[in-house]
C-alpha cells in the first residue's frame, strides 16, 4: 500500500482563486482527517469523516473552506476564495476506528504545501 | 473540550544530553495521549502511545493524571532524534468525539553534535 495519497504536492495561487486539495486514504480505513499546519498554531484539525460522513467540522475556518468524502476512497478539501493566511501545509490522514480496536494512530499523507500570494 | 499545550516551541540539546519534551493537557474526560514524530523529509509518524507503556527509540512518556501531563523523555539524546514532536490527545472511543485527536502545537528538538 502506499500510504495515504494527496495532490498536489504543492499549489502556488493568487488571492481569490479557487484552491482544491485532493486525497485518497488507505484502503481499508473508515475514517479521514483534514489538518492544517503553521508555524504559529501547529497542526489543527479542520474537519474528520466517519465512514464517509462529516462528523465535526468544528475546525473549519470559515465558510471558504468545505470538505466532502463522496466514497471511502476520496476526498477533497476546496477553499474559495482563497486568501493569503490560508498559506500552509495541509495534511490528509486515515485511521481504522472500530470500538475497541481503536488504537489512536493516524496514517498521514505527505502533505499539501498551499502559498496564496 | 480537548486541548493540549506545547509550551516550548524549540528545543536544543547536545548529543547524550538527557532531554524532555513537555506535554500538557485538558479533557474533562478520560484521555488517551499519544506523541506523533515528523523527521525531516518524513512523514507524520505515530512515535508512542501512552497506554502501551512502551519504550520507542528510547524514548518514554508518562501519563500523569494529577498534572495533566505527559512529557516524552529521553536519557541520553542521539542527533537523529532531532525532529518536529507533536503530543496529542484522543477522547478515545467514546462521544461525539469519537476518534478524534487533537494535536499540540509541537516542538522542534534539535540535537548537536
Known amino acids: 500500500d502506499a500510504g495515504v495519497i494527496q495532490s498536489p504536492r504543492h499549489e502556488v495561487t493568487e488571492m481569490g482563486q479557487e484552491v482544491t486539495l485532493r486525497c485518497k486514504p488507505i484502503s481499508g480505513h473508515n475514517s479521514l482527517f483534514w489538518y492544517r499546519q503553521t508555524m504559529m498554531r501547529g497542526l489543527e484539525l479542520l474537519i474528520y469523516?466517519?465512514?464517509?460522513?462529516?462528523?465535526?467540522d468544528s475546525g473549519m475556518p470559515e465558510d471558504r473552506f468545505s470538505a466532502k468524502m463522496p466514497n471511502a476512497s476520496f476526498s477533497t478539501l476546496k477553499i474559495q476564495p482563497s486568501e493569503p493566511r490560508d498559506s500552509a501545509v495541509y495534511f490528509c490522514a486515515s485511521s481504522f476506528l472500530r470500538g475497541a480496536e481503536y488504537t489512536g494512530e493516524l496514517f498521514f499523507g505527505e502533505g499539501s504545501r498551499l502559498t496564496v500570494l | 473540550a480537548q486541548r493540549v499545550t506545547q509550551p516550548e516551541k524549540l528545543l536544543s540539546v547536545f548529543k547524550g544530553a538527557p532531554v524532555e519534551l513537555k506535554c500538557n493537557y485538558s479533557?474533562?474526560?478520560?484521555?488517551?495521549l499519544f506523541w506523533y514524530v515528523q523527521y525531516s523529509r518524513q512523514r507524520l509518524q505515530l512515535l508512542l502511545r501512552?497506554?502501551s507503556r512502551e519504550s520507542i527509540k528510547g524514548f518514554t512518556a508518562d501519563l500523569n493524571k494529577g498534572e495533566t501531563s505527559f512529557h516524552l523523555k529521553k536519557p541520553f539524546a542521539q542527533e537523529e532524534d532531532s525532529a518536529m514532536y507533536y503530543c496529542a490527545l484522543s477522547g478515545g472511543t467514546g462521544g461525539t468525539s469519537y476518534g478524534k485527536l487533537t494535536f499540540g502545537q509541537g516542538t522542534i528538538l534539535t540535537v548537536h553534535p
Open positions: 479533557y474533562s474526560g478520560s484521555p488517551e
Open positions: 501512552h497506554i
Open positions: 469523516f466517519n465512514n464517509n460522513v462529516p462528523i465535526d
